[in-house]
């Protein structure tokens, strides 16, 4: 019964922290909301198609978890239900690192942009339906703190 419950407190943990903050230009989260930011334009000299990877660090401690319970359950003496328990955690751990990643993984595209006032930057974002950028486009590079976005 307690390794039922922790596989469900598990999965609902690894599927929960799939939920990640959209990085699109267009989309703020509610810290960023009201606060200054940097603003230059520019006219955009290059698009190329990325991928953003997701967080696999989640994904792997929770597998580890999960396959530790049930592996544990695995024969019947001291141990091999510890050897079970250590061979289930790596296993676990593995395969939740690579759902998380999978789950996680976004397009995304790399924004160069030069600047009116000199230099250029590129800046990754994810894509977003409502902003669709082409080369030669007249845009905004906004900057607060460690982000950077490219909007119309």
């Known amino acids: 019964m307690k390794t039922q419950a922790l596989l469900l407190l598990s999965a609902s943990l690894l599927f929960s922290s799939c939920a990640q903050n959209s990085l699109t230009g267009d989309t703020y989260s509610r810290g960023e909301a009201g606060q200054a930011q940097s603003v230059s334009k520019g006219r955009i000299t290059s698009i190329r198609p990325v991928k953003i990877e997701g967080n696999s ?3 792997t401690i929770l597998g580890g978890i999960a396959g530790g319970a049930l592996g544990s359950n695995i024969g019947g003496g001291r ?10 955690a790596i296993v676990g751990g593995a395969l939740g690192s690579q759902a998380q990643q999978a789950m996680g993984s976004r397009n995304g595209i790399e924004i160069s942009v030069r600047l009116d006032q000199g230099g250029t930057v590129a800046v990754v974002q994810e894509v977003s339906r409502n902003e669709q950028f082409s080369v030669g486009d007249r845009v905004r590079v906004l900057g607060s703190g460690s982000r950077t976005r490219v909007s119309y």
Do not use: M
Request: hydrophobic fraction near 40%; proline fraction near 0%.
């Open 57 to 59: 660090q989640a994904g």
């Open 79 to 88: 141990a091999s239900n510890t050897a079970g328990a250590i061979g289930g």
